[in-house]
């Protein structure tokens, strides 16, 4: 290690800027780019003051351009084959799931083409910059650093990722292997974009409930306002006709509660959506039975306090104020549906939900049309 010449015409170092002050802020020399042997040996590539004790934690002449093979052009040349079969694989990977995806598709194959692609690639990119790419690392004090870096320091950065391509350009055979294999890798990855599907729209928003529907059991028998005793619940459905599907059946899940003479909380515009008269020993009110957070059933009801409890995250709503969440991580009411009684004496609903039920939307305030059932005002 050759020492510092305290002679030299360096100029004066300005601490707080590690360094570097005056002409050489500007002016970077040329032999103080890295790998040149007076780079090494100058203090200041390791942020340290001229004329200041060497930290012993700093390591002198630490060499930052010697990559692993720089010695051996066979090694070297043997790395590079390495490299190319990784990127290889990657190719592959990327053919295979194209041609998995067009056959019909298989969740499990296309997983493990898509690990096999970006492994493939990984890996590739990490032997060439540990065979092939200066990797060395270098200690330096922050010394007096205390503020951004000046106009040298950011020159010598630029020109030290400058030197930085061009062992990488040194190697124009991985450089056409690579553009090769991340065309065809990267083409094999739009196809799975045909998956998305058409436009969701706001058929979250909607659930087969109708105007003048009958609210049914769980085995299809309509309910009177009668069947429902105070402070009883009973989970029903639309009555549309047909049988539902599992996902129609859970999207419209209704709790009929019988809130007995509790004072419920009418929300303006909502006067006529329950059945019977608030604080009368029989008032019947219907909300959403998906949880709000999450979409899981709601289905523990405490008569005494009136509140409905989700089984999943304990989200707490409270029916008398219009199901509102009092606790838990559910982030909105569980929406009302309302009621009346038809000419039979059965339960039917007015509407549709007039705002989507469950965790659709991600919470996004929305307004539906009760009558199109189409979402007419985001906000
Ligand atoms: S799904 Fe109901 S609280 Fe999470």
Same mark, same amino acid.
């Given at each position: 290690?050759? &020492?510092?010449?305290?002679?030299?015409?360096?100029?004066?170092?300005?601490?707080?800027?590690?360094?570097?002050?005056?002409?050489?802020?500007?002016?970077?020399?040329?032999?103080?780019?890295?790998?040149?042997?007076?780079?090494?040996?100058?203090?200041?590539?390791?942020?340290?003051?001229?004329?200041?004790?060497? =930290?012993?934690?700093?390591?002198?002449?630490?060499?930052?351009? !010697?990559?692993?093979?720089?010695?051996?052009?066979?090694?070297?040349?043997?790395?590079?084959?390495?490299?190319?079969?990784?990127?290889?694989? *990657?190719?592959?990977?990327?053919?295979?799931?194209?041609?998995?995806?067009?056959?019909?598709?298989? @969740?499990?194959?296309?997983?493990?083409?898509?690990?096999?692609?970006?492994?493939?690639?990984?890996?590739?990119?990490?032997?060439?910059?540990?065979? %092939?790419?200066?990797?060395?690392?270098?200690?330096?004090?922050?010394?007096?650093?205390? !503020?951004?870096?000046?106009?040298?320091?950011?020159? %010598?950065?630029?020109?030290?990722?400058?030197?930085?391509?061009?062992?990488?350009?040194?190697?124009?055979?991985?450089?056409?292997?690579?553009?090769?294999?991340?065309?065809?890798?990267?083409?094999?990855?739009?196809?799975?974009?045909?998956?998305?599907?058409?436009?969701?729209?706001?058929?979250?928003?909607?659930?087969?409930?109708?105007?003048?529907?009958?609210?049914?059991?769980?085995?299809?028998?309509?309910?009177? =306002?009668?069947?429902?005793? =105070?402070?009883?619940?009973? +989970?029903?459905?639309?009555?549309?006709?047909?049988?539902?599907? &599992?996902?129609?059946?859970?999207?419209?899940?209704?709790?009929?509660? #019988?809130?007995?003479?509790?004072?419920?909380?009418?929300?303006?515009?909502?006067?006529?959506? !329950?059945?019977?008269?608030?604080?009368?020993?029989?008032? %019947?009110?219907?909300?959403?039975?998906?949880? *709000?957070?999450?979409?899981?059933?709601?289905?523990?009801?405490?008569?005494?306090?009136?509140?409905?409890?989700?089984?999943?995250?304990?989200?707490?709503?409270?029916?008398?104020?219009?199901?509102?969440?009092?606790?838990?991580? @559910? =982030?909105? #009411?569980?929406?009302?549906?309302?009621?009346?009684?038809?000419?039979?004496?059965?339960?039917? &609903?007015? &509407?549709?939900?007039?705002?989507?039920?469950?965790?659709?939307?991600? #919470?996004?305030?929305?307004?539906?049309?009760?009558? +199109? !059932?189409?979402?007419?005002?985001?906000?």
């Amino acid at each position: 290690m050759t &020492s510092i010449d305290e002679s030299d015409s360096r100029p004066e170092l300005d601490p707080r800027s590690g360094g570097r002050t005056g002409a050489d802020q500007t002016d970077v020399p040329e032999s103080l780019l890295p790998g040149t042997q007076e780079y090494l040996e100058d203090p200041r590539h390791y942020g340290i003051e001229e004329g200041a004790p060497w =930290p012993d934690d700093v390591p002198r002449g630490q060499n930052d351009t !010697h990559w692993r093979y720089e010695d051996d052009p066979r090694g070297a040349r043997v790395a590079e084959l390495r490299i190319a079969f990784c990127w290889l694989i *990657t190719l592959l990977s990327g053919i295979g799931l194209a041609a998995v995806y067009v056959a019909g598709g298989e @969740a499990q194959v296309e997983g493990a083409f898509l690990f096999a692609g970006f492994a493939g690639l990984g890996v590739g990119f990490v032997l060439w910059a540990r065979d %092939l790419l200066p990797g060395h690392d270098v200690i330096a004090s922050r010394g007096g650093l205390t !503020h951004a870096s000046d106009e040298a320091d950011r020159r %010598l950065a630029v020109q030290s990722l400058g030197r930085a391509v061009e062992p990488m350009a040194r190697r124009p055979f991985l450089g056409k292997v690579l553009g090769g294999v991340l065309t065809v890798f990267g083409v094999s990855l739009v196809f799975p974009i045909a998956s998305l599907g058409p436009a969701v729209d706001g058929q979250f928003a909607r659930t087969p409930w109708r105007k003048g529907m009958r609210a049914v059991s769980e085995v299809g028998t309509p309910v009177k =306002p009668s069947d429902i005793l =105070p402070n009883g619940v009973l +989970t029903v459905f639309p009555d549309t006709g047909e049988p539902l599907d &599992s996902q129609a059946m859970a999207q419209s899940a209704v709790l009929l509660i #019988n809130i007995g003479s509790a004072p419920f909380k009418v929300l303006p515009g909502r006067e006529t959506w !329950h059945i019977g008269s608030v604080g009368s020993t029989n008032c %019947l009110v219907a909300f959403s039975k998906i949880c *709000t957070h999450a979409g899981c059933p709601v289905s523990q009801y405490d008569w005494w306090t009136h509140e409905l409890v989700c089984p999943c995250h304990q989200s707490t709503f409270q029916v008398l104020l219009d199901c509102k969440p009092i606790f838990g991580p @559910a =982030p909105r #009411n569980l929406p009302q549906l309302p009621l009346y009684v038809d000419p039979e004496g059965y339960i039917a &609903s007015q &509407s549709g939900f007039t705002e989507p039920v469950g965790p659709g939307y991600w #919470n996004r305030p929305i307004e539906i049309n009760p009558f +199109t !059932h189409k979402a007419v005002k985001y906000s």
